[in-house]
């Protein structure tokens, strides 16, 4: 990827095309040529963020045919038509139509200059807007979040004191608990929020790839490499650099790895050039790094290097009161999804979403409401003798329901310690105790050496 403002040009006149090409390079273009209007369709998608230049007259396809083809795949990306004078009448028409703007032979080079320059920073405008868009979108995927037991607060509050420090973080959950969320939001409430987030999983990529996708590479490097690239490392200067499953890490890249961690640098292959980067790396991992028989051929130093703060999400078999909140959440946003009505809160789906162990978590969870709402996975009561549908828990038994799983879950959280329990949950001593009796709850059994 370039700094400089790209520009895809097709003319099937391959003298004026050169020509044309030289011009838009002097004025500080990036620019991909094509003489066949076929060939730049190949590479022109809803997320090129630059502009498209190509002449009218052509075979196989005319300029007018690809503007068109060109707007189906993003009505907002900017075409300029260059035409001669017997085509100046289609041009205003496609001006109506969308395109940019047109250019009549013969141009001067600075016209083309100036209108390819208003074109891209009109792209630059388009693609910051949506980006913030997206970013805006995101920053509501922070709702899975959302949850009132002692852990997920700590989380929370954690997350708020750490997200605008340039400390890197190593979270750690076990698939589906949501650590690429943890390591948005700490881009989006930090500093670093103007800046990319790059995330990049490190499991999904073959180890011969990996190098080259996080450390870039220039021309020539090995057999394939056409063309420079810049890698997820680099592309992530000023902003967060996401590494998911970094226990899948080759062992190789782990000590190159290592060295950017220290030394904040970059040398991509091909090259002996270092590269300066400024990023906040968030590393996340399924198993406890910190355990040598878990870690496996994880590097120590690495590890270590990493664990300037630890980020622990507790898996949802662990905060069951959380699941209510979070289910209505996302019955909410799946029903307006699908224009369909949030479902009931019915006695046998509430007995699932507490007697389930979620093993995929709040993915799992997610999944689970979008079913029901479709009214593809609602959970039927079991029969049984003697009782109707309307009998079961009252509203005072599900609330002791709910209260001793809350007890159960923030003794969990501190191991059994009743000074941190009672700042927790905000309640005397004495009415601990009664709450403890009444719920059949022993604090011994979650004293972290009993």
Request: glycine fraction near 6%; charge should be negative; proline fraction near 6%.
């Amino acid at each position: 990827m370039s700094d400089m403002p790209s520009v895809i040009l097709i003319d099937n006149d391959r003298d004026l095309l050169m020509a044309t090409r030289q011009t838009l390079d002097l004025a500080g273009f990036d620019v991909l040529s094509f003489d066949h209007p076929l060939e730049a369709l190949k590479v022109i998608h809803a997320d090129f963020g630059g502009v498209v230049v190509s002449d009218i007259r052509m075979p196989h396809m005319d300029g007018l045919e690809l503007f068109a083809r060109v707007r189906t795949l993003d009505p907002e990306l900017p075409v300029i038509l260059v035409t001669g004078h017997g085509d100046i009448a289609m041009a205003v028409e496609a001006i109506k139509s969308g395109a940019y703007d047109f250019i009549t032979k013969p141009f001067s080079t600075d016209r083309l200059a100036q209108t390819v320059h208003r074109a891209a920073e009109m792209r630059r405008l388009i693609m910051e807007n949506r980006r913030l868009r997206h970013a805006a979108e995101a920053a509501q995927e922070g709702l899975p979040l959302i949850g009132q037991t002692p852990a997920m607060e700590r989380l929370r509050r954690t997350l708020r004191q750490i997200a605008d420090t340039d400390v890197d973080v190593l979270v750690v959950g076990e698939t589906g608990s949501g650590k690429e969320v943890v390591a948005s939001l700490l881009h989006q409430w930090s500093r670093r929020a103007k800046g990319n987030f790059v995330a990049l999983n490190c499991g999904t990529l073959p180890e011969s790839m990996i190098e080259s996708e996080l450390f870039g590479h220039e021309p020539g490097a090995f057999t394939g490499a056409q063309k420079k690239r810049v890698g997820r490392i680099e592309h992530a200067s000023g902003g967060t650099l996401f590494l998911d499953e970094i226990e899948s890490m080759p062992l190789s890249t782990q000590v190159q790895m290592l060295r950017v961690l220290e030394m904040r640098e970059v040398t991509p292959l091909g090259t002996n050039e270092v590269r300066p980067v400024d990023l906040r790396v968030v590393a996340a991992a399924k198993i406890d790094l910190g355990n040598p028989s878990e870690r496996g051929d994880f590097r120590e130093d690495l590890y270590y290097r990493l664990n300037v703060v630890t980020l622990t999400i507790p898996p949802l078999r662990e905060r069951k009161p959380d699941v209510p909140l979070l289910f209505a959440h996302f019955a909410e946003r799946a029903a307006q999804r699908f224009r369909r009505d949030v479902p009931p809160l019915t006695r046998a789906l509430e007995r699932y979403m507490f007697e389930h162990d979620w093993p995929g978590n709040v993915r799992e969870l997610s999944h689970f409401a979008e079913r029901c709402v479709l009214g593809l996975d609602m959970p039927e009561a079991a029969p049984v003798p003697g009782l109707s549908e309307t009998d079961g828990p009252s509203l005072p038994e599900r609330v002791d329901l709910y209260e001793a799983g809350l007890i159960r879950e923030t003794l969990r959280s501190f191991d059994g310690d009743v000074r941190r329990t009672l700042e927790a949950l905000k309640i005397p001593r004495k009415t601990f105790y009664d709450k403890l009796q009444r719920h059949g709850i022993v604090r011994k059994d979650f004293l972290e050496n009993g």
